[in-house]
């Protein structure tokens, strides 16, 4: 089998790529028909981004606990249960606008507890990859789950889409796409069930004890390879990945364009943003110069698109910044995972995802000021100017700490503090 796929040859991972896959073809419809629930309900720019907030800030708020949830339990009990609650939520809401009942205040609720299972699912769903393939294959399971979910972010909206216009496009037709994505749940409780737990590799569970999230945050503290690589995706995440906004805000004021153009722009990205998942999933081990060149990469072609004078060739360079992007994503995910305890590894996660999704809610105020203020083309090159500056920054005071020359960070070869 091609490396590129290698981490396919093993059963349970194979099960787990395609349940995911079908689950995360439902969220990508889901997060489309609640968009426009929300729109429909209320007419609300303020209220679509109160929904998103609130669907967004468990992830910052419980991420510490599920590190240490797990840590504690069964990876793939937590998983399953966070997609039980999850599938029963969307089932919940989609039946409410199915009915007619549906209210804003009963979106914004089900959307804080959404995002509360997804808190909880995600570190596990993370850490449980090395559980299903040996480190050789953990890079390129990695790179495979970053694939999977863009491939879903080039299928998911397109079909909620065309279901949402061919059910009426009202309240209801969003209801019965939600309903779509509550079965799709099904598909990763399926996968989990027939796995063979003999063929994964065992992992000692935390005992219950004070001062856990505590030593997760020490364990990180004491490694600076793991900090260097937080505080890129950190800058990244704040400054640079914030395409949905900056987009729409460049087809929108710079090149005055439709809602049309502004879809088209986003599978654009997300074709490039595949690419650079299978490109990473090659890769049998990520380096810290991989992350940092893509980091410097992204945010340079992201300044390249703020500059590009017409529609049409800021189009072309969106899948440079695609692949530049998961190239960063994929392999600072697969470099954190493989160089972190096994003891330790769902806290280390948690606080991974919580540093780079964290910083979304500083960078987008930040960014949409700007625009305001200087014009939609600063908001990327501004945005990608800072990705570039806080990669540098941080890398700077990394070798200082560990006494390393910059050249050996650019090098063909990395020394042994590297590899820390």
């Not at 040996?134 to 909620?160: E, K």
């Not at 399926?190 to 030593?215: C, F, H, K, N, Y």
Request: charged fraction near 10%; proline fraction near 3%.
């Amino acid at each position: 089998m091609s490396s590129t796929f290698s981490a396919l040859r093993v059963r349970n991972y194979r099960l787990f790529a395609a349940g995911a896959l079908v689950s995360n073809v439902g969220t990508w419809m889901q997060r489309v028909a609640q968009d426009w629930l929300v729109l429909e309900l209320s007419d609300s720019g303020q209220a679509l981004g109160i929904t998103t907030g609130l669907q967004f800030l468990p992830m910052v708020l419980f991420s510490p606990i599920a590190g240490v949830f797990a840590d504690r339990y069964s990876k793939r009990r937590v998983i399953a249960a966070a997609q039980i609650a999850m599938g029963v939520l969307a089932g919940i809401l989609g039946l409410l606008a199915v009915t007619g009942w549906v209210a804003t205040w009963h979106v914004y609720l089900i959307a804080f507890a959404f995002g509360t299972g997804a808190a909880f699912d995600t570190p596990s769903r993370q850490a449980f990859v090395n559980e299903m393939v040996s480190n050789d294959d953990l890079a390129n399971a990695v790179g495979l789950n970053s694939a999977s979910f863009n491939l879903a972010r080039m299928i998911g909206p397109a079909v909620a889409g065309l279901l949402i216009a061919a059910l009426g496009s009202g309240v209801s037709a969003t209801g019965w796409v939600i309903l779509v994505n509550a079965a799709s749940y099904a598909a990763v409780i399926v996968s989990l069930m027939r796995m063979r737990a003999d063929e994964l590799t065992p992992v000692d569970r935390l005992v219950r004890g004070r001062g856990q999230i505590r030593d997760g945050l020490r364990y990180v503290r004491g490694r600076p390879d793991i900090m260097l690589v937080m505080a890129i995706v950190f800058s990244a995440g704040t400054f640079g990945l914030n395409f949905q906004m900056t987009t729409a805000l460049m087809a929108t004021d710079v090149y005055d364009q439709g809602a049309g153009e502004y879809g088209l722009l986003g599978s654009i990205l997300a074709i490039g943003s595949l690419t650079g998942s299978l490109v990473a999933a090659r890769r049998a081990r990520p380096r810290q110069r991989m992350v940092i060149g893509a980091a410097l990469a992204f945010g340079a072609v992201t300044v390249l698109a703020g500059l590009m004078p017409s529609y049409a060739t800021f189009a072309l360079v969106l899948p440079l910044c695609g692949v530049t992007a998961l190239t960063l994503i994929t392999s600072a995910n697969a470099l954190v995972q493989m160089a972190t305890e096994t003891a330790v590894r769902g806290r280390v996660m948690a606080l991974y995802l919580a540093i780079f999704m964290g910083g979304t809610p500083l960078g987008s105020p930040l960014l949409g000021w700007i625009a305001e203020r200087y014009g939609a083309r600063w908001t990327l090159v501004g945005g990608g100017a800072l990705t570039v500056i806080g990669t540098l920054v941080a890398t700077a005071a990394f070798a200082r700490h560990q006494q390393i020359p910059l050249t050996v960070l650019r090098g063909e070869r990395v020394s042994a503090e590297l590899e820390t």
